[in-house]
């Protein structure tokens, strides 16, 4: 019998491409969720995507609905393969984007260097015209130069263009001028102006975002018609949405127009299905924890709410400034460990684990592909804490000779023996990840022993208990399928939309109709965007925040406005909103005025997400899913001998303590002496560390 409506979703990662798809069986009425991974595939990556739904036995015409995250627009940027790409800016202002801000990491570096633009100074022209700060027109624009303009960039091979104009942010008419002359002088160029992608202030930032998003565009648009095609020619005929970097999906057409909004867009799905699971469980404050192949990303979410930013920067580092993107994208640390991070001695005898990461392929020293780096995976594995007789869930033979000769050799530069070294390299990459979990909590304000730690990606078991019990959590969640928890949050995603505009006034009770104002403007434009693409005002909802700041600071604290019209009556209270919330980001509070610096507005639209069902009890015994015993090395706590158990026979109400391993076809999870672990009624497991009760 062919199941009900089928709903997917894939999440192409650095080193593998995840499925999650889930259906209603219609012979028990029981939900159904089915995962799967394969390899990614470079540069083809769309490949990968249809590798792994034919895997698990379905074609694209089995699938209703298919939502979509990928790495193609953050490779394309840190590769440099994008496009020959152009600027048109206001007249005496080519040179902001190589001026950029004096926020360099090595002050004291006499030989620093700037980031090198991504659109050479040649390829940079100017327009006369200009708008004041209020929007208002202080010299009306010139087009007459913009033909001789396109004619250069033509014989120069330019394929993107990106349009910035001073102080469009307030009002995008010269703009949307410049937009429509250029189409109808060149339609064929791949075009985007900076009101398009925001509408908040920076000229610099603006100008680097208005860049990158054209560099990109027609890289992201070919990947996204070829995967659009590649599903139609296998008859798919459902929607495909694709995954933004707002935690939020959003149709092919739009994200094709502005294809920097998905620039990480892999993360924020997972960060997104912490919050939902966060909701389902009874958890509004979560710590979340992505470990991957490649790197390890955490986020803090604070009473069910995944915080978005638009200050995002790429390839910043403590020897380059990097570049901004002011897109909406999930507030997170990035760090560069993960299973397949490699370990390594410097000159000093002092040994690291990252940011160099042996991939896919090779891979690590066991994966058995000609891989002779030691990696976080072959640690764990020669620590008994993997199965090498079900490596990667059974799909690959370890090769334990190459993971010995790996270790061996950085056993040797140590001076220590294979299982010292394994240790140390088990023990520096969680030092690594708990400093990249307190830089998301504790360095804002935040105490970690107030939050659950959820934790998922192919190593997020294998080392969360340890990072938990560093940070005197109380309580670990390995969500169900956490291997491919990113993909599954893409299922639990809206259609979402974020806009931000800025429009300083003064928080004072006589400015609350200049504020109400904005924010009506604001969703009156999302509305008409939502009705142009058949989705009504009914089916759409909102959340408003502000950006506040004390009168002559630099830069903004967002807080959430109260629903309903902003009144005189109610900035009082916002105001006591903003006090708070800045002292416990920096322990102090000014008795000083508040300025209003903009707004952003979040548009959702339901495009039919998942809902968890509890799962069935078939009344098998925790005997049942045990499948033996064997010695791991659990580092800090010494050797123990530890049950095994298989993670798909793990059923709700299921409890026991460990030492133990729960072993899964995706993951590890290793659950340490001491820790009480019991199975909820959707296949989470709950880890409580009874030390730091």
Not at 202 to 211: D, F, L
Request: glycine share 10%.
């Amino acid at each position: 019998m062919k199941p009900s409506i089928i709903r997917a979703a894939s999440d192409v990662g650095g080193t593998f491409t995840d499925l999650v798809y889930f259906y209603t069986d219609p012979a028990t009425g029981r939900q159904e969720i089915v995962t799967a991974k394969s390899d990614t595939t470079p540069p083809n990556f769309e490949q990968g995507v249809m590798n792994v739904i034919h895997k698990v036995g379905l074609t694209l015409s089995d699938i209703d609905f298919l939502a979509h995250g990928t790495t193609v627009v953050i490779n394309a940027l840190t590769e440099r393969k994008g496009v020959k790409t152009a600027l048109i800016t206001t007249q005496g202002f080519r040179d902001v984007l190589e001026i950029a801000r004096g926020n360099r990491p090595d002050f004291f570096n006499l030989f620093y260097k700037k980031p090198e633009p991504f659109v050479p100074r040649y390829l940079r022209r100017e327009v006369p015209g200009r708008l004041s700060p209020q929007g208002e027109e202080r010299q009306p624009l010139d087009l007459s130069g913009l033909p001789g303009i396109l004619e250069d960039f033509k014989k120069e091979g330019v394929q993107a263009i990106a349009i910035c104009l001073l102080h469009s942010y307030a009002n995008p008419a010269h703009e949307q001028r410049v937009l429509e002359r250029m189409r109808e002088l060149w339609p064929e160029v791949a075009v985007v102006a900076s009101h398009q992608i925001t509408r908040e202030w920076r000229e610099y930032e603006r100008s680097s975002t208005a860049v990158l998003s054209a560099y990109v565009q027609p890289i992201a648009e070919r990947y996204l018609s070829r995967l659009e095609q590649g599903s139609k020619a296998e008859g798919f005929a459902g929607q495909l949405y694709i995954m933004q970097s707002n935690c939020g999906v959003d149709s092919t057409e739009r994200v094709k127009q502005i294809p920097i909004t998905m620039v990480e867009s892999g993360p924020a799905s997972g960060f997104w299905g912490a919050a939902e699971l966060g909701r389902l469980i009874g958890e509004s404050n979560v710590l979340a924890l992505d470990i991957g192949g490649t790197t390890a990303k955490c986020s803090l979410i604070e009473g069910g709410h995944v915080k978005i930013i638009s200050d995002y920067w790429i390839e910043r580092s403590q020897k380059s400034a990097g570049y901004p993107i002011m897109v909406p994208v999930v507030d997170l640390v990035e760090i560069g460990n993960g299973g397949g991070s490699i370990a390594w001695v410097d000159d000093f005898g002092k040994l690291h684990v990252g940011p160099q990461s042996a991939g896919a392929v090779p891979g690590p020293a066991a994966y058995g592909r000609g891989g002779e780096n030691a990696t976080t995976t072959d640690a764990n594995l020669a620590l008994g804490r993997i199965n090498k007789d079900f490596f990667c869930g059974g799909e690959i033979k370890a090769d334990v000779e190459a993971m010995n000769r790996a270790l061996d050799r950085i056993a040797a530069q140590l001076g220590v023996t294979r299982e010292e070294a394994a240790r140390g390299i088990v023990r520096i990459a969680n030092n690594n990840m708990v400093n990249a979990l307190k830089l998301v909590s504790v360095n804002r304000g935040y105490d970690p022993r107030d939050f659950t730690l959820v934790a998922f990606g192919g190593g997020g078991a294998m080392h969360a208990v340890a990072l938990a019990s560093e940070l005197g959590m109380r309580k670990v969640v390995i969500p169900r399928a956490a291997d491919v928890f990113s993909a599954w949050g893409m299922l639990m995603s809206d259609l979402r939309r974020d806009f931000f505009v800025t429009r300083i006034v003064s928080l004072r009770p006589e400015n609350a109709g200049a504020i109400n104002t904005l924010l009506e403007e604001v969703t009156a434009n999302a509305l008409k965007q939502f009705a142009t693409e058949q989705i009504g005002a009914e089916q759409v909802r909102f959340l408003r925040y502000a950006k506040l700041r004390y009168e002559n600071q630099e830069h903004a604290v967002e807080i959430p406005l109260p629903e309903g019209p902003i009144e005189a009556g109610t900035i009082a209270m916002i105001a006591d909103t903003f006090h708070q919330s800045y002292e416990r980001e920096y322990t102090y509070r000014l008795h000083a005025p508040i300025e209003f610096v903009g707004t952003h507005v979040v548009a959702f639209a339901a495009v039919g997400k998942l809902e968890p069902a509890k799962l069935p009890v078939t009344g098998r015994s925790l005997g049942d899913a045990k499948k033996g015993q064997r010695e791991v090395d659990f580092a800090l706590e010494g050797i123990h001998l530890s049950d095994i158990y298989d993670g798909h026979l793990l059923e709700p109400g299921m409890s026991f303590s460990g030492p133990a391993i729960i072993e899964t076809r995706g993951t590890t999870m290793v659950i340490h002496p001491g820790n009480r672990v019991r199975v909820d009624d959707y296949g989470n497991v709950h880890i409580t560390l009874q030390q730091n009760v």
